[in-house]
């Protein structure tokens, strides 16, 4: 089984949203045991438009290289700062409305910059 190695490839390897979601994971997997600012720096192709919530999939992306940079100490790649990575209107990682808040709370600083609302630990894995 072969892992995405950036975010560039996560993004090449989706074509739908269950696709980018179990890339993502795998490329997490993978950035924990390299922990490499180059895995980060490459500009992902944009997804919106290829499948339903592409957009929040760019997002997602974006917050993702900001956040793991900081982790490992590097510079968040530029291309994760471009207005049009951000969503013009708040997502929620689960659709209750109980949860909103909770979500709007813990959700990462890199994520609430674009919109997205997810839970504390969007980028752990076990």
Do not use: C, H
């Amino acid at each position: 089984m072969r892992r995405p190695r950036s975010l560039a490839e996560v993004a090449t390897w989706s074509d739908s949203r269950s696709a980018f979601s179990f890339q993502i994971a795998d490329f997490l997997d993978q950035f924990y045991l390299e922990r490499r600012a180059e895995m980060l720096s490459e500009e992902p192709e944009r997804l919106a438009g290829r499948f339903e919530e592409g957009d929040v999939a760019d997002a997602y992306l974006a917050a993702t290289g900001v956040s793991l940079a900081r982790l490992i100490g590097a510079s968040p790649p530029a291309w994760a700062w471009q207005e049009s990575r951000k969503l013009r209107r708040p997502w929620f990682a689960s659709p209750g409305r109980a949860i909103r808040a909770t979500l709007i709370a813990e959700s990462p600083a890199p994520f609430r910059e674009r919109n997205l609302f997810v839970s504390e630990n969007a980028l752990s894995r076990a």
